[in-house]
């Protein structure tokens, strides 16, 4: 399959759309501005549903913005990849209401251990009522998310891939594998680290390829739990380049290094798990039975630009690391949070005009602070004397709260900070939850419309009701008299005063009606 020739695209600001008719939902076409075009059968066409794709199309449809998710795979995959979601991505669940559904699939654990895996309890007091680590497989929250985005009216077609595009002034022509054709007005890649829709749109990828390659994959094991148990604390003191963790009854998550091992271009095989255990460890268990295993490289990079055009990147699409720290399915949902409204708002005709352009002045830095922190942690990981003795050093700088305070920040990522100009520290960071008179605050922002919070009793949104709700509660446990929140939870005003508001509301929200 040869790619459609991509066109060059015109600058990211000739591409803000002023079509009032973008708003409709009826599954007809919309009216294409260039009438030498085919008219576009959807809004946005997102490649991929991983976590990110999927969520990202929910944002999406909380807009009615007509979305299509192609997905190369015709079965959702079963590998168990992570560890969990973080503080930030949990309040993120919280915000759209999918936090108790979540819940009942996940298991909570303490928040803290989670910086290059150093023992220490989180601090207290963290800043968010949903403080702790809930541990759920990849496929579960893949499955919920999609769920959730097809509640919405989201459409997801399987066995689908997107092979080609080419876009102009009105639109996308996305070619699939097969040959067919589909038009759009945008085209969103969450297609993974080997994103095609990246790797087409020529967007540079710099970084550190794998220095290593790891092998992961969950299996039975032939001896009883504590014998694996002496044994892993044993070598786990000096070797910290393995991993066993218990996945249920005499099943185990197995992590072990792959160098020396097998065909890099064949899948892995028990044996060569097998063959590791016997290496590092001297005994394999006995395993047997695997459920699944993969491999995965340490490879860190970063995509230069997360928009050209009419096309954008998310997800593992735009940036790749190694999985200390278990950030990357939290950066990508995080990442499709961020771009949902500003694109449902480009959709709709209301966006200001640099707005989509903030996707990337706000979230490339944060995925550029991720890949360093995970650097650290890889050499902290080493077993190498110096790096070892770093650690030490760190573990026991760790016992200083702000510090231990401030790491955990960066992990979870309730640190985050956009910068959105001079003002108080709470501008550009998100809101924690907080009771109100009737509820808390994150159940207010479900619909992934602005929220005003206004202790005053006297502002109001007035012309952009149809975006921002408001709400007037003295009560509020705020120490600012009011703050204007975006539909991602970030702050975007704090103030008390109508015409400063007004200002903001148009600077986020656009004109008002
Ligand atoms: C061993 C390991 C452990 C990890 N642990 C954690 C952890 O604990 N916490 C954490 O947050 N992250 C973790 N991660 C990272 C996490 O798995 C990824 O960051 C996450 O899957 C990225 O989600 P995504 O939706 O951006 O991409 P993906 O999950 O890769 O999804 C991309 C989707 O696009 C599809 N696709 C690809 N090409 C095309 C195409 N041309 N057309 C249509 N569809 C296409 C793919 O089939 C896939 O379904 C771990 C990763 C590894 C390898």
Known sequence: MHALPFTAEPSSTDTVERDSTAGDVSGLPSPASGAHRAPCDFDVIIAGCGPTGAMLAAELRLHQVRVLVLERETEPVSFVRIVGLHIRSIELMAMRGLLERIRERGRQRPAGAYFAGIDKPAPAGLDSRYAYLLGIP??????????????????????????????????????????????????????????????????????????????????????????????????????????????????????????????????????????????????????????????????????????????????DAAHIHPPAGGQGLNLGVQDAVNLGWKLAAQIRGWAPETLLDTYQTERHPVAEEVLENTRVQVELFSTEPGPRAVRRLLAELMDFDEVNRYLLEKITAIGVRYDFGEGPDLLGRRLHDIDLKQGNLYGLLHRGRGLLLDRTERLTVGGWTDRVDQLADPTAALDVPCVLLRPDGHVAWIGDDQQDLDDHLSRWFGKPN
């Not at 794998?210 to 994959?217: K, Q, V, Y």
């Not at 044994?231 to 185990?252: D, H, I, S, W």
């Not at 998550?253 to 290496?279: C, H, K, M, N, Y």
């Open 138 to 315: 990849q496929p579960v929250i893949v499955q919920l998310l999609e769920e959730h985005a097809i509640e919405l009216g989201a459409q997801i077609r399987r066995g689908c891939a997107v092979a080609g595009f080419v876009q102009d002034d009105d639109g996308v022509t996305v070619e699939l594998a097969d040959g067919e054709q589909l038009r759009t007005r945008y085209l969103v890649g969450c297609d993974g680290a080997r994103s095609t829709v990246r790797k087409l749109l020529g967007v540079g990828f710099p970084g550190e390829p794998a220095r290593t390659e790891t092998l992961m994959g969950e299996m039975s094991v032939g001896v009883p739990q504590e014998e694996v148990a002496a044994k892993l604390a044993e070598v786990g003191e000096t070797n910290r380049q393995f991993q066993l963790r218990p996945f249920g009854p005499g099943v185990y998550s197995v992590v072990v290094p792959a160098a020396g091992i097998s065909d890099r271009a064949e899948p892995p095989t028990l044996e060569d798990f097998a063959q590791q255990l016997r290496a590092i460890v001297g005994t394999d268990f006995g395993v047997h039975s695997p459920r699944w295993l993969s491999r995965f490289g340490d490879a860190t990079r970063l995509a230069e630009r997360y928009r050209v055009g009419r096309v954008l990147l998310a997800g």
